[in-house]
């Protein structure tokens, strides 16, 4: 089975399209230099504010005739042959694809609210291309919508990003359940919570070890703990180039560590038959 993972959290800022670009590029360097057939992902962009889009394409400029909008509002039957024209190589990688997002994606949620198989208008076409790529990794939007809905019934692994702070930590049992649900209502037994990213750790904050901590050992967050990302300025230089942080600073902790949570990804995906 292909793997799809989505990154996801209801609150914004930490760090969800950072780690869904430079995990999906260190999935396609890792499988590359490990010789693989097939080294391609594809990373889709479901929030509207696209920046996963511009970072890996350098464009913002995507709009209802060339992004992810045009598969959601395709008649159903067409759907996949849409998806397959709008998809554009990445300017990281010409093995990492990109489904760029827009801002008319907020237009086509209010659309598509209470339409019937409405979840399921990105996970039917996905499933078409989704074998043409060793994985696919996908961004979310900083809410629980219906976007996010999709984003999550078109999966198969949800990853967690969070700051080690106290509300976030509090909230984090919230958002596993959330995933659960939707899991659940939607009758997808293939979907999981895969893993816990923590992300802009700051190991002079005491309470930043503190809470790092509680969560490894708690008995079930621990367990998903999959990688802690340092705080680095490199990743604000990253963003302002629109660079990956492998090239930005290949040296730097935080890319150190993205790649060792790309590695993890690409380990898990040999022994679940991913890859």
């Known amino acids: 089975m292909k793997r799809t993972f989505v990154l996801t959290n209801h609150k914004g800022g930490v760090g969800k399209s950072t ?41 913002n400029d995507f709009d209802e005739d060339n992004s992810l909008y045009s598969v959601l509002m395709a008649n159903r039957q067409d759907a996949a042959e849409i998806m397959g024209q709008v998809i554009v190589p990445s300017k990281w990688d010409e093995n990492l694809h990109v489904l760029p997002a827009s801002p008319m994606l907020e237009q086509a949620e ?85 893993g816990v990213l923590v992300t802009k750790m700051d190991r002079r904050v005491r309470g930043h070890h503190k809470l790092l901590d509680e969560l490894s050992a708690h008995p079930i967050l621990g367990k998903l703990l999959c990688g802690v990302i340092p705080m680095n300025e490199a990743v604000s230089y990253a963003h302002r180039y629109h660079r990956s942080i492998f090239v930005q600073n290949p040296k730097a902790p935080a890319s150190k560590a993205y790649g060792q949570v790309a590695g993890r990804i690409v380990k898990y995906m040999g022994t679940s038959g991913g890859a």
């Open 110 to 194: 209010r659309e598509l609210q209470g339409t019937a198989g409405s979840p399921y208008r990105l996970a039917d076409p996905l499933a078409k291309h989704a074998p043409h790529y060793a994985a696919v990794v996908i961004d979310t939007h900083p809410s629980f919508s219906l976007l996010t809905e999709m984003a999550l019934v078109a999966a198969t692994d949800a990853i967690v990003p969070i700051e080690p702070r106290y509300l976030e930590t509090v909230g984090l049992m919230n958002v596993i359940s959330k995933i659960n649900y939707i899991r659940d209502g939607w009758r997808i037994p293939n979907l999981r919570v895969s």
């Open 19 to 59: 780690s869904a670009t430079n995990i999906a590029l260190g999935i396609v360097a890792l499988l590359r230099q490990a010789g693989a057939a097939n080294p391609r992902v594809l990373l889709v962009d479901t929030d509207s504010q696209s920046h996963a889009t511009l970072v890996t394409t350098g464009r």
